[in-house]
């Protein structure tokens, strides 16, 4: 394992059992976990896929318990899985913990889904305290426009003085966000990007200024990204050199790893467009003529 940020914003490449395991029990006030889904998808090269259901429920089971042991008494823990494992999920922590909220995030997609079924359109969230007398819950940090009484202006009658409905409402539990797509200023190099927004609202909801966020399967380090511009501390940990990248470009706290300078992937859109620009760019001979860039 290597540790790499500051007292603030901590970096570890290694394998997330591991790490857990060296991180202080009862020392973290969020967690946002989102791990390997087992369907296969390609982590540049690594393929995640284990041998049976079983041996990924296993390792999963291993790493929820000592996610559990790291979240304070009073700390939040939000995790997602595949479609398809989150029953499992849920019968195994309800066990442990208090399951507040089970989130949809919904999405569109462009391409096809499927053809002789209904294509997955949705992840799903676990929103889960060790007490749920006594964990935080930003309620104002988080608010969403209720639609029918702020468009409508519908009067509650049933009030002692008839009041006029709120615009304003704390979100349901199916959350529409976009996924990150190739173009979008915030993309990175990963098949499973989860979005800045996405994160927004679980950070300011269930952490304050100062807590300490973490993330056992950072990918591209949106956790620790978001918490930091939020004023929160943050710990990452990713198994892959090429992710770890990202997350120490991101945060800003290096500029170089292992030698290799950190830049952001130009994308192809991107160098199209240098290309473009460079193509018609005029320069001025000392004879008054123009000549192209690319002459």
Not at 87 to 102: A, E, G, Q, V
Not at 192 to 218: C, H, W, Y
Not at 221 to 229: H, L, N
Request: overall charge neutral; charged content about 25%.
């Amino acid at each position: 394992m290597e540790v790499f940020g500051n007292k603030a914003h901590q970096i570890i490449l290694g394998d997330a059992v591991e790490a857990l395991t060296n991180i202080p029990d009862n020392s973290v006030d969020l967690i946002f976990a989102d791990p390997p889904y087992n369907i296969g998808k390609n982590f540049n090269g690594h393929k995640e896929k284990w041998d049976t259901e079983d041996k990924y429920l296993e390792w999963c089971c291993l790493w929820l318990d000592l996610c559990l042991r790291k979240l304070k008494p009073t700390g939040s823990f939000y995790v997602m899985t595949a479609t398809q494992f989150m029953p499992f999920f849920d019968i195994y922590l309800r066990k442990k913990l208090d399951i507040l909220s089970r989130i949809i995030w919904s999405y569109d997609s462009s391409g096809v889904q499927a053809k002789k079924y209904y294509g997955s359109m949705y992840e799903p969230i676990l929103f889960c305290v060790k007490d749920r007398n006594n964990y935080t819950f930003n309620t104002h940090d988080i608010l969403v426009e209720a639609k029918t009484g702020a468009k409508r202006k519908l009067i509650d009658y049933r009030k002692t003085v008839p009041t006029v409905y709120s615009s304003e409402k704390v979100p349901g539990n199916v959350w529409e966000f976009p996924r990150v797509r190739y173009r979008m200023d915030e993309y990175e190099n990963h098949p499973t990007q989860k979005p800045i927004a996405l994160l927004e609202r679980i950070i300011k909801a269930s952490s304050n200024l100062g807590d300490l966020v973490m993330d056992p399967f950072s990918g591209t380090f949106t956790t620790c990204y978001v918490a930091k511009e939020l004023g929160r501390n943050s710990l990452g940990i990713e198994l892959q050199d090429e992710y770890v990248k990202i997350g120490l470009r991101r945060m800003q706290l290096a500029s170089e790893f292992k030698g290799e300078k950190l830049k952001k992937e130009i994308r192809t859109f991107e160098t199209e467009k240098i290309s473009n620009s460079y193509n018609l760019t005029l320069f001025e001979e000392p004879n008054g003529t123009y000549l192209h860039g690319n002459d």
